[in-house]
Structures are given as C-alpha cells and as structure tokens.
C-alpha cells in the first residue's frame, strides 16, 4: 500500500525513493509484523482466554510435565496471521501475483486450523477436524497455487525442479509438477504442524527459515545476484523477501507471548498456516529441496512420526518413546527448555547449511 502511495512521488521528494528498494520494503516489514504483535498482543490473548476458558484440550497419553499448561489459550496464529498479513499489505507490492499467491495458501491453511482449533476447544477433545478433510482441503488450495505458480513461472524454469549444489542440472517434472508443488505445501504444513508441540519450539525454526528465504527470495529476483550465484532467475519473486519479512516480524512478535511459560499456544491455526506460507515460498523460487534442508528440524519430526507408526505397525515396537521427536527426548528426562534450546540450534546449523547451496555449485 505505501509502496504505491509513495514510491510514485520519489521524483519530487527523493528520500521517497527508499520505498523503492526491497530490502528498505522488507526491514521495514519486520518492523511494522513486530509492532502490530506487540500492539494486540494482550488484547488477542484476553479475547481467546475469554471465550476458551479451559484452553486448549491436553494429550492424557503426553507427556506428565504438559498437564500444568491446561488453561493456556491456543488459536494464536490469529496474531501471526494478522501482523504477517498486516506488514504484507503495508510494504509489499500489491500488483505482484506471487505475493498474492502465497497469501491466499497461507491464509486458506490457516482457515483450516481455525476450524480444527475451534473443534478442539469446542468439544474438548485433541481430535479436532478429521485428518483426511484437512488434507483433502488443504490439497485443493495447494494444487490450485501450483497452478498458478506455474502459469507464471518463466518458460524455461516451467515444470522444473531445481537440485542444491548442481547450477545448470534442471528436472523436468512434466506434468508432475503440480501434484509435487502441491505436496510440497501441504508437507511443509504438517510438518511445522508436528514441531508445535513445546513452547518456543516451532516458532523459532519458522523464523529462521523465513529469513533464509526472504534473502533467496531476494537473490533469485535479482538477475545480477542470480547470474552470479549461477541461481535460476525468477523475476518478480523478490517481493516475497518483503512477505518473508513480515513472517520474521510476525514469528519474533509470537515468540515474546510463547516463551516458556507460554501465555498463548498457536495451534493449527499457526503451523499450519506457516509451515504453508514457507512451502510456497520454497516452490516459488524453485528451492523446494533447500527447504528439506533449511526445515531439517520439521522433516525430522515428520519422519519420527512416519518411523514410529510403519514399526508399531509391522513390529508392534515403538524405536521412540513418543513421537513426534521432541516428545522422546521429554521422556528421556531432558527439561522442556533443553529440548527447545537444543533444537533452535539445530535449525541454524541447518540453515547455514542451505545458505550453502547457494554458493557451493
């Protein structure tokens, strides 16, 4: 919005021409998210206090130390979404599909943990809406932004995935592409999903994530930095550095209300909205492998998950305590903050790691 506003008049007032820049545009996203957290903050907690009374439902089969977290309000993705949605509108470029794109999945996952979460509270029970609807939703928005986001990707990058370390190898998916992208989204979603399960513990990983993307994002649109770095140029994608941004802004703003203790929980309505958020991103930019390895941390509590169910099922033993990850390590005796700190590290070696790729080719 300001963007159009004022850019326009940087001719006749030239310190304007700083809302011309991406990265003025997207320093002063994370800015604008952080505020607009801190602003509402307390007022969104005592709204969802107010109408959910007993709070968000607990496991029994959880872990033991979980049970004096009963009363904490979840659903505060409300606040997520609202300064991400907020320090989007503000600074980014409104006529930029992509932008657009990846508002829809992100506001359309987080509907959907809205209603799951709404469930949860409602019926007292950790159930919520059946798994397959979710999926089943959540795979229909996913497919119709891959279709848009191949519409609009150049001709010669169409239909292609792009793989770390190799600068001129390109897959071509066909076809496939669209189911893939789509997977890509809706993995992203639950795989964030699965990581929610400790104070602090997703939201950290998501906001390094989002400013490793937010710099790809940069670097891809910008066709000097992407013919050095030997990347697949995609122009206009780095307007998405401005919605990374205020993903920065909005997570770091979350982070001050769900520090252990938290005061507030996100719920579906957070993880799924940004684990979706960051697949878009990823699928954008044609980095989708990167994000496996910047979200490490999510694609390894999405495989406890996957590991513990195939050999319970085949064995009838359990290779974890509990899953998801973090769970097992709870029930090894590590303290919650252990857990949370420990993997936060993780999640900037990894990072670091994908940072790699872009010049390691």
């Not at 969802?48 to 872990?63: E, S, V």
Request: hydrophobic share 55%; glycine share 10%; proline share 4%.
């Amino acid at each position: 919005m300001l963007y159009h506003l004022l850019a326009p008049l940087a001719d006749e007032f030239g310190p304007l021409n700083l809302f011309r820049y991406i990265t003025f545009r997207s320093g002063a996203a994370v800015i604008t998210a952080l505020l607009i957290s801190f602003l509402f903050g307390t007022r969104v907690i005592a709204m969802l206090r107010n109408r959910q009374q007993l709070g968000q439902p607990i496991r029994d089969d959880g872990p033991e130390t979980h049970f004096k977290k009963k009363g904490t309000p979840t659903m505060g993705g409300f606040l997520i979404l609202l300064a991400l949605s907020g320090g989007t509108l503000l600074w980014a470029d409104l006529t930029n599909r992509y932008v657009w794109i990846t508002l829809l999945v992100t506001t359309g996952f987080g509907l959907i943990g809205f209603a799951d979460d709404y469930m949860k509270v409602t019926k007292r029970n950790s159930k919520g809406v059946p798994g397959k609807v979710k999926l089943l939703i959540a795979f229909a928005i996913a497919l119709v932004a891959a279709w848009l986001i191949m519409d609009l990707s150049p001709a010669g990058l169409r239909n292609q995935l792009a793989i770390p370390f190799l600068k001129t190898v390109l897959l071509n998916l066909s076809f496939f592409f669209i189911p893939f992208a789509a997977l890509v989204m809706v993995g992203a979603s639950n795989s964030v999903n699965l990581t929610d399960g400790l104070d602090g513990l997703a939201i950290v990983p998501v906001m390094i994530a989002s400013g490793v993307f937010g710099l790809i994002s940069y670097l891809v649109g910008n066709a000097v930095f992407a013919n050095y770095l030997q990347l697949h140029a995609v122009p206009g994608v780095g307007e998405l550095s401005v919605f990374c941004g205020a993903l920065v802004g909005a997570s770091l703003g979350f982070l001050w209300y769900n520090a252990p203790p938290a005061m507030i929980f996100m719920g579906d309505t957070g993880s799924l909205s940004m684990g979706g958020a960051l697949g878009t991103v990823a699928v954008i930019t044609k980095h989708e492998l990167v994000l496996a390895i910047v979200g490490g941390v999510f694609v390894l509590e999405t495989v406890s998950v996957i590991v513990q169910v195939i050999s319970f099922k085949l064995t009838g033993k359990r290779v974890f305590r509990m899953a998801p990850l973090h769970h097992h390590f709870e029930k090894k005796g590590w303290a919650e903050p252990t857990v949370v700190i420990r993997f936060w590290i993780i999640a900037s070696i990894l990072a670091l790691a994908g940072l790699a790729t872009l010049k390691l080719r």
